[in-house]
């Protein structure tokens, strides 16, 4: 047992040392809707809003659903709201944060380039605030 | 009859082949590891190791309890040992199903899926709440039946050291041993998210159980594994990685609207939800048959997308 925290920090080292600190390409809506439509393999949406340069990706579905998609470590994770599932959101500049009820992940981060884009997805996600389902 | 413990035997060989996965993974260009995703996988294995060894004795307690009522004295005979290798390894199939099946026991078991990547680090990215779930209960029955307790903490420590191998894509398939042990391709299957693959493969060293109850799913070359849970998480923190869901379990059961929701949010499907927003496997599943028959997004639907992209 004595050598396993050694062992982690050597293990982790290792991955470091042979390049394992990646990241994903940047989100485009081609790319988004493919890995969308992995997991929410019936969702009808319309268009994409690309935030933090391709960081993350916003868009809404037939149903009024909110979909996300952002880059996580080298991987891609993806959320589909609905009204309720928002506790809360903050514009910090020119990035929402928006804090769900999910403990999977917290809170999310979309910057916008465009202030009339944060604006229209603050509302969204105003009127999407609640208690989960 | 003194049994080793074979988990903490075994840690210098899993540091070993780590690191030679890890190398293989560079020259060879297969299977794939990311650094912060290694060290929580690692550092939950660590708090794993502690929190076994601080509730071990408990366990060995509770079953050396159950023992002293135990219909039969089994011993030590040849047989006995041969019998109680099957009979473990069954045990671990019906735990591991219904850790999957149970929201109360995927709290606990979900940290094991919980990486999007699939390595021998994530054989080691192990659950701290297992006591707390009470998954040790599955083996009760060996013990009133009369088996050895040691005997069956030796064969539950063997199966999870030969569960530590399958968890790699550096090997594809194992030949005809594939029709009777856990392989890594199996395995694979097992730790996929692809609707096709849910729910299937829950074997511990035999694949003969799910042959047999029907939970058996083969690899498809054509839909290469996406690894991971419904809705992954976005942190390498251990603390969330351990509590996520059992912060959300504690969430719904305050949000509850009766008895039943109460039960449902601990006893049903991972996912369950009073009006069935939520996604489960069932109804992904569900889902998936029917995006083959009529897709959601028709070539025509995704071309005005694709011209944003070029624009």
């Given at each position: 047992m004595i050598i396993a925290p050694f062992g982690v920090v050597a293990i982790v080292s290792l991955t470091w040392f042979f390049g394992g600190l990646k990241r994903p390409a940047k989100l485009d809506p081609e790319g988004a809707t493919r890995r969308l439509l992995q997991d929410f393999p019936l969702l009808r949406i319309a268009d994409w809003t690309i935030t933090g340069e391709g960081d993350a990706a916003l868009t809404r579905d037939d149903q009024g659903r909110v979909a996300a998609i952002a880059r996580f470590g080298d991987r891609l994770i993806t959320r589909l709201w609905s009204k309720g599932e928002i506790s809360n959101v903050e514009s910090v500049d020119n990035t929402l944060v928006v804090s769900t009820h999910d403990y999977k992940a917290p809170d999310m981060h979309f910057a916008f380039d465009d202030a009339e884009q944060q604006s229209a997805w603050r509302k969204t996600f105003i009127s999407m605030i609640g208690r989960p389902a | 009859m003194n049994f080793p413990d074979m988990v903490p035997l075994a840690i210098p060989f899993f540091l070993g082949a780590l690191a030679v996965e890890i190398m293989l993974w560079r020259a060879l260009k297969r299977g794939d590891y990311e650094t912060r995703d290694t060290a929580a996988s690692l550092t939950m294995g660590l708090g794993n190791a502690i929190i076994g060894g601080a509730t071990v004795a408990a366990v060995y307690g509770t079953f050396s309890a159950a023992n002293s009522i135990a219909l039969f004295d089994m011993g030590y005979q040849w047989w006995v040992f041969v019998l109680c290798f099957f009979a473990e390894d069954l045990c671990y199939y019906v735990y591991h199903r219904i850790s999957h099946e149970l929201r109360w026991f995927w709290a606990s078991h979900v940290v094991h899926h919980s990486s999007q990547h699939f390595n021998l680090s994530t054989a080691l990215?192990?659950?701290?709440?297992h006591f707390m779930s009470m998954g040790?209960?599955?083996?009760?029955p060996l013990i009133l039946i009369g088996f050895p307790p040691d005997m069956v903490l030796f064969f539950h420590g063997v199966s999870l050291v030969y569960q530590f191998?399958?968890?790699?894509?550096?090997?594809d398939r194992i030949g005809p041993l594939e029709w009777v042990f856990n392989s890594p391709s199996h395995h694979r299957v097992h730790h996929a998210t692809n609707p096709k693959y849910l729910?299937?493969?829950?074997?511990?060293?035999?694949?003969i159980w799910d042959r047999l109850f029907g939970t058996f799913v083969e690899e498809d070359p054509e839909d290469p594994p996406r690894y991971g849970i419904l809705g992954n998480l976005n942190s390498f923190n251990p603390l969330r990685i351990a509590f996520a869901e059992w912060g959300t379990i504690i969430q719904d059961v305050r949000g509850a609207k009766s008895g039943r929701e109460i039960f449902m949010f601990l006893m049903?499907?991972?996912?369950?939800?009073p009006d069935g927003s939520r996604q489960t496997t069932a109804s992904v599943k569900e889902a998936w048959a029917k995006s083959i028959t009529e897709p959601a997004l028709a070539e025509e639907e995704l071309a005005p997308v694709a011209m944003q992209a070029a624009e």
């Open positions: - | 990215r192990q659950t701290w709440t040790f209960l599955f083996w009760l191998w399958p968890h790699t894509e550096l090997i729910d299937s493969n829950y074997a511990g060293v035999l694949i049903g499907p991972p996912g369950w939800s």
